[in-house]
């Protein structure tokens, strides 16, 4: 009792201190949300006394990065100092789902209940019947007759009561393992959904009473966004379509609702302080066991080591489901591009709604109309279809990042790619898919092949032929890659090299061809060469 006493006083206490401060609610207005981390900005208009106010903020995002913490105010009223803390004491608001789950987990907690008290009711007529069964046969009054009629029904009834008892503990087994199931999936939205709310408490000084209005910004670490595309081609005498995208994602414990987002190619957690070169000294190896001896030594003696050591950058959480919104057809209308600070951002004027629930939120940037040059691809040797590729130049000005890309063509979706921009040089190359309609055949020309065994040596002749149909109702225009071998041991002599009219490098024995094809029209390149190796060695790898 004493103890219970205490508690209730500690509450009180507590319910008193946060009574003594005014509590207003911020509401999130703007999100630039960087790679990894978003900037959130809250407004919130307060009314202060004469003097020092203390206000505690709610609705505030958890584990924000105190030094980002920045606090505007108006009417020449000064902030004095601004903390934040997680509160704990916050009572949980369930998410939708989470509560959809609980209902569920009440409702067949309920049928349990009553299949249990069925697989009681039925336990205690066995037992009855049980008993019954044993004062009949105790009981030498009755016919030999009457007690077999007796023992049938006993029998019988007895039969159909385990039956159904059967029934129902194979009814709760499963209803027991339907509830580990959905608890688990509880705790698991619990985690996703439910955090603890964030507060900041600032201490204002007003100089006469007022109103004021409060901006507050800060940094979160569990946010961020990844680019990603569609590009669609209806027909290779067409432009390029590209519609920039980026999967937004956020799990700060506060819902982002009707917000103005901000997409920054930023990363603050990368830090901002450049690297610095200390001396590099160089020294003799001495073995490891003299080494810690020297080290020892050295350090007793006041000698210091200089090293280099890296700034420490904070991971950052990264949870992701996928979703859909957002109808990018008139986009370009409210998307504006900065490029004038350090890094690209796209301001976008719709309101999104971004929940906190760590899962991908497709949000709409730009979409490009880009002028491309069309062209085929192939490389028989690893595989017989010809790729359609799109040629794009001056990429460079669509502010475009490495990101996955779905690819439309001709109405119809071929597959997913991936757009590396970081390592793309003057012409983006955009693999479209497969073109069915170009046909292509790699043959050995069985024909010219040849061994010849002279003196110590083996002279083995390779030829080929590659063979490509157009089907098409245009001309195209195709790139094909094929390769010679390349010998690093001298026993290993290539004697004759055809390349068959290819662009060849010597160095790698890449083989690239440039054909127009027209329509149903065929053609082919031959190419081949000679080896010579010793007599009785056989070549690991000889071309197929």
């Known amino acids: 009792m004493k103890f ?79 903390t934040f803390k997680n509160d704990y004491l916050l009572n949980e608001v369930v998410a939708p789902k989470a509560k959809a789950i609980k209902d569920s987990i009440d409702l067949i907690t309920e ?34 007759a009457e007690l077999q009629k007796l023992l049938d029904i006993i029998s019988t009834k007895m039969e ?26 509880l705790d698991e ?29 800060y940094i979160v670490p569990n946010a961020g966004w990844e680019p990603c595309y569609d590009i669609k081609v209806d027909d290779i005498t067409q432009p390029v379509k590209l519609y920039y995208k980026a ?3 956020q799990n700060s414990g ?50 210091a080591v200089r090293a280099y050591k890296k700034p420490l950058v904070g991971s950052l959480d990264n949870s992701m489901a996928a979703t859909t919104v957002a109808d990018e057809s008139s986009i370009n209308d409210y998307v504006s591009v900065d490029n004038s600070g350090v890094n690209t951002s796209f301001d976008i004027d719709l309101p999104y709604t971004i929940p906190a629930d760590g899962k991908k939120h497709l949000v709409a940037i730009k979409k490009y109309d880009v002028p491309a040059t069309y ?94 149909r157009n089907t098409r109702k245009e001309r195209i225009n195709l790139i094909i890659q094929d390769q010679q071998p390349v010998s690093n041991d001298k026993d290993i002599e290539i004697e004759e090299q055809d390349a068959g009219g290819s662009e060849f490098d010597a160095a790698t024995g890449l083989m690239t061809w440039a054909l127009s094809i027209n329509a149903s029209e065929t053609q082919n390149v031959k190419f081949g060469l000679t080896l010579k190796y010793p007599r009785g060695k056989a070549v690991d790898n000889l071309p197929k």
């Open 375 to 468: 062209r085929y691809f192939a490389v028989p040797k690893l595989d017989k279809d010809a790729f359609l590729q799109a040629q794009i130049t001056n990429w460079e000005d669509l502010n475009l990042m490495p990101g996955q890309t779905s690819i439309f063509y001709e109405g119809t979706y071929t597959g997913q790619g991936y757009l590396d921009t970081w390592n793309m040089k003057d012409t983006l190359s955009v693999s479209l898919g497969r073109d069915k309609k170009i046909i292509i055949k790699k043959e050995r020309d069985k024909k010219l092949r040849s061994v010849k065994y002279i003196g110590t040596n083996v002279r083995e002749t390779f030829a080929y032929t590659i063979t490509v």
């Open 111 to 144: 049928q349990r209940d009553l299949v249990a008290n069925k697989i009681d009711m039925l336990t205690e007529q066995i037992t009855i019947i049980q008993a019954n069964r044993k004062v009949g046969g105790e009981n030498t009054g009755l016919s030999t």
């Open 189 to 217: 939205e619990h985690k996703r959904e439910f955090q603890p709310g964030g507060q900041i408490v600032v201490k204002f000084y007003a100089t006469d009473a007022t109103k004021t209005n409060v901006t507050i910004t």
């Open 160 to 185: 159909s009561i385990l039956n159904q008892k059967d029934k129902q503990v194979l009814a709760l087994k499963k209803i027991d393992e339907l509830l580990v199931r959905l608890n688990k999936q």
């Open 4 to 82: 219970t006493g205490y508690l209730f006083v500690m509450v009180a206490v507590v319910c008193n201190i946060q009574s003594l401060t005014a509590a207003e609610k911020l509401k999130i207005e703007e999100a630039t949300v960087f790679l990894k981390g978003a900037q959130l900005t809250s407004t919130a208009s307060i009314s202060l006394a004469k003097g020092e106010n203390e206000v505690v903020f709610s609705h505030v995002a958890r584990d924000v990065n105190g030094q980002s913490l920045s606090v505007s105010v108006s009417n020449g009223v000064i902030v004095e100092s601004a």
């Open 247 to 249: 999967n937004v994602y």
């Open 254 to 303: 506060v819902r982002w609702d009707n917000v103005r987002l901000s997409l920054s190619a930023g990363n603050p957690s990368e830090g901002v302080q450049a690297p610095v070169l200390n001396p590099w000294y160089l020294a003799f190896y001495v073995p490891k066991p003299m080494q810690q001896k020297y080290a020892s030594s050295a350090m007793s003696s006041g000698n």
